[in-house]
């Protein structure tokens, strides 16, 4: 078995509420929605939103981190359209550019972009 592929899923409490706040807020497109299950996508990555309690989880208890390219213009973007950030876009010493927001349930999605690595002198003078 070689895996291709993992998705994150949230345990979210209403899926219309977290459909919305996903494609309206944070620009993802809804992938597929049944009943109280759902996938959004934005770019390579896909998520999937629970409403139902068949495994008992709690709502708002999830985290993902999601790398990009650059997150200073997306994290701009979406505090336009009301998305509350708990952690402003920094870099850190583990070479990521992070910020950090929750969604309505709480869970927590990190969003963080490679930092430039600096350019080695090749020491010909």
């Keep these: 078995m070689q895996p291709t592929s993992a998705v994150t899923v949230l345990q979210v409490a209403d899926i ?12 993802f497109a809804e992938d597929f929605s ?3 299950y759902a996938g959004v996508c934005l ?10 309690d068949i495994w008992k989880r709690p709502v708002g208890g ?17 505090r336009q359209r009301g998305a ?3 952690a402003e876009p ?6 990521l550019r992070d910020f950090v ?4 349930d709480g869970n927590v999605l990190t969003f963080s972009a ?8 090749s020491g010909n003078s």
């Design 43 to 52: 770019g390579e990555v896909q998520i999937y939103l629970c409403a139902h």
């Design 84 to 86: 509350t950030i708990r």
């Design 114 to 121: 490679p930092l430039p690595t600096p350019q080695s002198s």
């Design 62 to 78: 999830g985290a993902v981190v999601i790398i990009a390219e650059e997150v200073d213009d997306y994290c701009a973007l979406i």
């Design 34 to 36: 049944y009943e109280n």
């Design 90 to 95: 920094a870099d850190q010493f583990y070479g």
């Design 16 to 27: 219309s509420t977290a459909l919305a706040f996903y494609r309206d807020v944070l620009g």
């Design 101 to 104: 927001l929750s969604d309505p």
